[in-house]
Nanobody, 121 residues
């Protein structure tokens, strides 16, 4: 019913940039919050940044000033501009959305399959 499709991952040298995209499709009535999580090998998945439908944002300290989250509510699409990348940013990045389906009365969490980001020095 709902698909979150990430794109934009890849290999980049330290100090470089990447832009991730996440497009939500399906029988979607409303999307509340969207966010990017990441999981590095051997570590738990962590929230990196999030944005509400009203545009309020949150960032973990380690990416403040380097990453920028944005979204296009009309297109159900979210972006993550990542600048000044560091090797410790290497992880699988997952798109998350808290949304309501057209045949539902509550919000639920949905996840993309993830996109690999590798930063080499």
């Amino acid at each position: 019913q709902v698909q979150l499709a990430e794109s934009g991952g890849g290999f980049v040298q330290a100090a470089g940039s990447l832009r991730l995209s996440c497009s939500a499709s399906g029988s979607i009535a409303s999307i509340h919050a969207m966010g990017w999580y990441r999981q590095a090998p051997g570590l738990q998945r962590e929230l990196v940044t999030s944005i509400t439908s009203g545009g309020s944002t949150y960032y973990i300290d380690s990416v403040k000033g380097r990453f920028t989250i944005s979204r296009d509510n009309a297109e159900n699409t979210m972006y993550l501009q990542m600048n000044s990348l560091k090797p410790e940013d290497t992880a699988i990045y997952y798109c998350h959305a808290n949304l309501m389906l057209t045949d539902s009365y509550y919000y639920a969490d949905y996840w993309g399959r993830g996109t690999q980001v590798t930063v080499f020095s």
